[in-house]
């Protein structure tokens, strides 16, 4: 058995209420997410956030024929992490959607996250932060694909859900390839145990 990372997926300003493009209760992920990534600190395991950086003309802005408001656009505002989010002494930063021309949900798309998980003999997955029914979907599903074992904490997500039930649907697919959604205990626990556990 490798090890556990935690990848905070999205925690920024314009996800958050107040934003852009906020998530109903976006905000209320930051509390749990400060205990994982405390829980993480504590068993010394590797802590990645991913944040959408996007360039001021991005595709997928309604401006530019795409879905949604401008948002996370790059070292702006609105693209900085929520202000108490606990950022770890040891976390990697992974900025994606940074091409005009290519919308990215997954934190693994176009990144190094994958070489990043692999060069720390991560085995296991622990996804949290916004938007459960994009970006954390997008981000385990590909876990799931790349071989990962996969835990979603329920606590740590929140979605957008532009058609009602979005996240529910989003939760009951990562399951049936293979995930798990667990609590918020059971995930500190495992991030807790760290190297020396295992
Ligand atoms: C996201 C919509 C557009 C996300 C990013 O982080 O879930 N959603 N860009
Ligand atoms: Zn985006």
Not at 60 to 88: I, K, M, N, Y
Not at 146 to 166: F, Q, S, T
């Amino acid at each position: 058995m490798g090890r556990t990372a935690l990848i905070v997926v999205d925690v920024q300003r314009d996800f958050c209420p107040g934003g852009a493009l906020p998530v109903p209760a976006g905000d209320e992920v930051v509390g749990p997410i400060n205990e994982l990534v405390q829980a993480a600190e504590c068993g010394e395991q590797p802590v990645l956030y991913t944040r959408d950086w996007h360039p001021p003309d991005h595709c997928s802005f309604r401006s530019q024929g795409g879905q949604w408001p401008e948002h996370c656009v790059r070292e702006t505002p609105g693209a900085q992490f929520h202000p108490d989010l606990l950022l770890s002494r040891n976390g990697t930063v992974i900025s994606k959607a940074v091409d005009r021309d290519a919308e990215a949900y997954s934190g693994f798309q176009n990144t190094k996250l994958d070489e990043l998980l692999r060069g720390r003999a991560v085995s296991r997955v622990i996804v949290a932060g916004l938007a459960t029914d994009y970006c954390v979907k997008a981000t385990a599903l590909d876990a799931l694909a790349r071989g990962y074992e996969l835990w979603v904490v329920r606590e740590a997500v929140r979605g957008v859900d532009v058609h009602p039930g979005d996240s529910q649907r989003a939760l009951d697919e990562i399951r049936g390839k293979g995930g798990r959604v667990v609590g918020l205990e059971e995930a500190k626990a495992a991030l807790r145990q760290g190297a020396g556990m295992q």
